[in-house]
């Protein structure tokens, strides 16, 4: 699908939907306990519905209404035969679940699209293979089998954070203790908190000491039996950089400013590169300040780059974006994508093996923008729009649903300004 966005500056108020991040993981612990537990969820992506398809092949019953309710009854008993896992293109799904599947001692296919089959695995499946599953791929598709066996688990702390959360999920319910140490520094370490956090919620216990984590066996989650899922950073840092540039700027609803999620960094970034955020209890106003080049490091926020390096684009300087090889290895090569979408729109871009020089200009020319089928490479196309002097046509605009289906819709309900 092409969409055709008009250029100029949006103002309004908007309300994001809730994080995908956090749901991913209260619906794993759900999955996992005693009782049934109703999870308040503003807005089911396709990565959030891929995750309850798995847990409902896997046993667990899940009812998700229109009005965000879900539903979910713990898994009893896992089905007879192979479980067919349809995880799309969602790796958190993928990483979360895999370990659960040994967990369990489920036998199990999940079914991969797009480009999650080229994202790497190694070395988590290394270490489930040494204590008690059996893992082979063939193309798209993943055969997993056996019992996973609780031990001493090791993982760097570079490569994923998915991986050790999706392990610090699925050891506390083998039947005897285990640990994971995790080696060097740890990237994304907010989404191994994030997990500890909806850990600690489910009066699952953990100790942690220098990156030696120790949990015991024997457990079983019992979250509230209602819980709301925090509204999600990762998606309003899209409507913060709109209002960034924009002098009315954008209301951006619903946001807690006590959240651990990573992606909240946006708010400290867009004060460096000079925008004025003010936070009140009902929500946090962006709205355009001098706008000057800043270094980004992408270690920690991987997901903020696109829409970060287009703020970027009309900062006066030049911007540096370091560390972000990772990059390369998400739904497109998102540090190419995110170049070409920059440089097809008028920006000036140097692609680095691992990272982005982006020198300012007082705006864009627009044009013709290629999604790559990458969520975060449409949406950021959006807010492109706003500092453009002609129109931008968004190549594969649908992929959104992958993380906010509603978002042209919310954009949409934005008031336009000049060009």
Request: proline share 5%.
């Amino acid at each position: 699908m092409k969409r055709s966005i008009a250029p100029g500056c949006r103002f309004g108020r908007v309300r994001v939907p809730s994080s995908k991040s956090q749901a991913h993981r209260l619906l794993i612990c759900a999955a996992l306990g005693r009782e049934p537990v109703q999870l308040l969820c503003d807005g089911i992506s396709r990565d959030i519905q891929a995750t309850i398809d798995c847990l409902v092949s896997l046993g667990g019953e899940v009812d998700a209404s229109k009005t965000g309710e879900i539903r979910v009854k713990p898994i009893e008993k896992i089905p007879d035969g192979c479980c067919i896992l349809p995880c799309g293109e969602s790796g958190s799904t993928l990483r979360f679940l895999l370990p659960l599947v040994g967990a369990l001692g489920a036998e199990a296919v999940f079914q991969m699209e797009g480009r999650l089959p080229l994202r790497p695995l190694l070395p988590l499946d290394e270490q489930l293979r040494a204590h008690g599953m059996q893992i082979r791929q063939e193309g798209d598709r993943l055969f997993c089998s056996g019992q996973l066996r609780p031990g001493d688990y090791v993982l760097p702390g570079n490569i994923s954070s998915q991986y050790i959360s999706g392990l610090l999920m699925a050891l506390p319910i083998l039947r005897a203790d285990s640990s994971l140490v995790v080696e060097g520094k740890l990237e994304s370490a907010s989404y191994v908190e994030m997990t500890r956090q909806v850990l600690n919620m489910s009066g699952l216990r953990l100790e942690e000491n220098v990156g030696i984590y120790r949990i015991p066996g024997n457990q079983r989650a019992k979250l509230p039996s209602s819980v709301q899922v925090e509204s999600d950073y990762s998606s309003a840092a899209f409507f913060l950089c709109m209002g960034a540039l924009s002098q009315q700027g954008i209301w951006v609803e619903g946001l807690s400013p006590d959240t651990v999620q990573g992606d909240k960094a946006i708010l400290k970034l867009l004060r460096d590169f000079g925008a004025e955020l003010i936070q009140e209890e009902n929500g946090i106003l962006a709205r355009r300040g001098s706008l000057r080049a800043i270094i980004i490091d992408a270690a920690p926020i991987p997901d903020l780059i696109p829409v970060l390096c287009v703020v970027a684009a009309v900062a006066q300087g030049e911007t540096q974006v370091v560390n972000a090889a990772r990059l390369r290895l998400k739904e497109s090569d998102r540090l190419r994508s995110t170049a070409q979408l920059l440089e097809g729109l008028g920006a000036r871009v140097e692609e680095r093996e691992d990272g982005l020089r982006i020198s300012g200009q007082p705006h864009l020319r627009g044009g013709l923008a290629d999604s790559c089928g990458d969520h975060r490479i449409a949406m950021s196309a959006a807010v492109a729009a706003c500092v453009c002097d002609q129109a931008v046509s968004v190549l594969g605009a649908e992929c959104v649903e992958k993380s906010y289906p509603r978002f042209w819709e919310d954009f949409e309900q934005l008031t336009g300004g000049e060009p």
